[in-house]
């Protein structure tokens, strides 16, 4: 399956860049199912964590790729 998930270990942290992912991403949910807002960026893809959702210790971006 195409599913990558990103760790991030601050609650502090309100976006993530992450460049030369191997697929396009289709789609992009915390691991409770809140959805995650990206956008594509020339830097990579940019991830917003929802502020209401961002776990203290281990907030988990879970990524589906599309082929």
Same mark, same amino acid.
């Given at each position: 399956?195409?599913?990558?998930?990103?760790?991030?270990?601050?609650?502090?942290?309100?976006?993530? $860049? #992450?460049?030369?992912?191997?697929?396009?991403?289709?789609?992009?949910?915390?691991?409770?199912?809140? @959805?995650?807002?990206? /956008?594509?960026?020339?830097?990579? $893809? #940019?991830?917003?964590?929802?502020?209401?959702?961002?776990?203290?210790?281990?907030?988990?971006?879970? @990524?589906?790729?599309? /082929?």
């Amino acid at each position: 399956k195409n599913t990558v998930y990103h760790h991030l270990l601050s609650e502090t942290i309100d976006r993530i $860049t #992450v460049p030369d992912m191997v697929g396009k991403v289709k789609y992009a949910r915390l691991l409770n199912g809140t @959805v995650v807002e990206f /956008e594509e960026a020339s830097s990579g $893809t #940019v991830f917003r964590i929802p502020e209401d959702f961002r776990d203290p210790y281990d907030t988990v971006i879970v @990524v589906t790729l599309g /082929e």
